[in-house]
């Protein structure tokens, strides 16, 4: 598992051309995330999961990981106080020298990132952007809601939450919009509801919930974790594939 002569300049450089940082929503924290000075540090063991909980970074700590990367930055929010879980996951990061380094909706949106994946799993055809920046993907799945489901559950998740099937049972031929990670909002529902007869996404409240069965748009949720997972781990071997280099998952 230890790969030779890898520099983190050139594992973010392939980030980087993989998942362009302009592509990123206004304000969305990417790129390195705790490291100072490690354009020409060595690398020889890197790591890849999807969000640098605690229990991740201790894993990339006993795995003695130099270079981890996360699909969400380690903060979202302004943060005034480095204590409790901030300051926990802080130590452990810089003490053991592991370099943390998320591309978050600039890897949603870019070509072959997260939509995209999803975009392939559901073999969608005539696909556009869901929204104008780029976020989820619309298109035409040519079968019934029944199929899209069975994928769902072989890919995605083993027990999706459905809201409204009754609405495209007769259906043939589906517009299918889909989002990885968080799209189950309620402002996010009353769009694609005027759009698609079925959506994809994460993340369903109650309240979502029962605005998708008023507007009678169709709902699969498949979780945050498993609409992301999927292409995070197709962007795992492309990585791989391109630096030949192993990459360990900690949290998929
Ligand atoms: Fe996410």
């Not at 230890?2 to 050139?10: E, H, L, P, W």
């Amino acid at each position: 598992m230890t790969n030779k002569g890898i520099k983190a300049q050139d594992i973010i450089e392939f980030i980087e051309k993989f998942a362009p940082q302009e592509l990123a929503i206004e304000g969305d924290n990417i790129g390195l995330q705790v490291g100072d000075e490690i354009s020409l540090k060595n690398i020889e063991k890197i790591a890849m999961a999807l969000d640098p909980s605690l229990n991740v970074v201790k894993k990339a700590k006993e795995e003695k990981i130099d270079f981890l990367f996360t699909h969400h930055p380690i903060l979202k929010d302004p943060t005034r106080t480095f204590t409790g879980l901030i300051y926990k996951k802080l130590k452990i990061l810089m003490e053991n020298n592991i370099i943390l380094y998320s591309a978050h909706t600039n890897l949603d949106i870019c070509k072959n990132g997260l939509n995209d994946a999803l975009v392939d799993l559901y073999k969608l055809k005539d696909v556009k952007y869901l929204y104008e920046n780029g976020l989820g993907r619309i298109g035409t799945y040519d079968g019934t809601f029944e199929e899209l489901l069975n994928i769902t559950k072989e890919h995605i998740t083993k027990n999706p939450t459905i809201v409204n099937s009754n609405a495209v049972k007769d259906k043939e031929i589906l517009k299918v919009a889909i989002l990885s990670g968080y799209g189950l909002s309620q402002k996010s529902i009353t769009y694609v509801s005027e759009l698609a007869d079925v959506y994809i996404s994460g993340d369903l409240t109650h309240h979502s919930k029962i605005l998708a069965e008023d507007l009678g748009l169709c709902l699969i949720d498949g979780g945050h974790y498993g609409t992301e997972v999927y292409g995070l781990k197709l962007f795992k071997k492309y990585m791989e594939d391109a630096l030949n280099i192993k990459i360990i998952s900690l949290d998929f």
